[in-house]
């Protein structure tokens, strides 16, 4: 390659090079339209290629994409439904997608009754959050054809989320519907809920349902509103459970929906 002489001096093609080392995208292909050279279209954000690239990951490999203005449509199958749920938190993260319709299918984990996988998901519920105030979720779980409905009360938006999170993540749930209710943060009420709990497994007969964490008479606080929930051995038991929870200071109202055993379960109305 030449060098250029100029008033005595040289001016080195290597300023040639250094252009050609500018970033591609600033010297896209141009296009040709009727003998004439116009710069190539940048490609629009929010494009199927941008979705996908965000899905790039072995779980959603049966997922298919597909944008129009905007909104992703998601369908396929994945084998949990945390990766449903995840893949739309992905795309949603997509610039220039602005809505995400998902109608993906979870197709994975074992076939269960409905009543089977109620019962081992109940099971894991119990436990959940151990340590934590356990005793002060009271959690409802229902389930139809694979959909899994989460309501009841949580103490807190952590206690919510980790029932959520261990039902999404359990083989078998086709979909979750959350209908969890996060009781106010309330100082009053913290100190309901500890006061309550006193009363009720001070009781004598009461003592046992402190001693397995999973099985516990649960206490719900809202404003001053306590509501118990679980399963006891007797019907004077339960009365005992609401007369301890009545006799605390600023208790407004008390809600015994604890089941005796072997009995129909009151639901809350």
Request: proline share 4%.
């Amino acid at each position: 390659m030449k060098s250029i002489r100029f008033s005595g001096g040289i001016v080195a093609t290597g300023i040639i090079g250094a252009l050609l080392s500018l970033p591609q995208a600033s010297f896209a292909a141009p296009r040709v339209t009727d003998g004439a050279l116009l710069p190539a279209a940048p490609q629009a954000e929010g494009s199927v290629a941008d979705v996908q690239q965000r899905l790039n990951k072995k779980q959603f490999q049966n997922v298919k994409v597909s944008v129009d203005n905007g909104v992703a449509t998601l369908t396929g199958t994945v084998d949990l439904y945390e990766y449903k749920v995840d893949a739309d938190k992905r795309v949603h993260k997509t610039k220039g997608i602005t809505a995400v319709r998902n109608e993906i299918q979870v197709t994975g984990g074992a076939t269960v009754s409905d009543d089977e996988l109620k019962q081992k998901l109940l099971e894991k519920l119990e436990y959940d959050r151990v340590g934590y105030g356990n005793a002060f979720n009271a959690i409802s779980l229902a389930v139809q054809n694979g959909v899994v409905t989460l309501g009841g009360h949580a103490r807190t938006d952590v206690d919510k989320d980790s029932a959520l999170a261990l039902v999404s993540t359990y083989p078998g749930v086709k979909d979750v519907v959350d209908d969890i209710q996060v009781d106010p943060v309330s100082i009053m009420d913290d100190q309901i809920r500890v006061q309550v709990a006193r009363a009720v497994y001070s009781f004598p007969s009461l003592q046992k349902y402190a001693m397995d964490p999973g099985k516990p008479i649960r206490i719900a606080v809202q404003n001053g509103n306590v509501e118990l929930y679980g399963v006891v051995n007797t019907q004077s038991e339960k009365d005992a459970a609401n007369i301890r929870a009545n006799g605390v200071p600023g208790v407004f109202s008390v809600k015994n929906y604890l089941q005796v055993a072997n009995e129909p379960t009151e639901k809350p109305k």
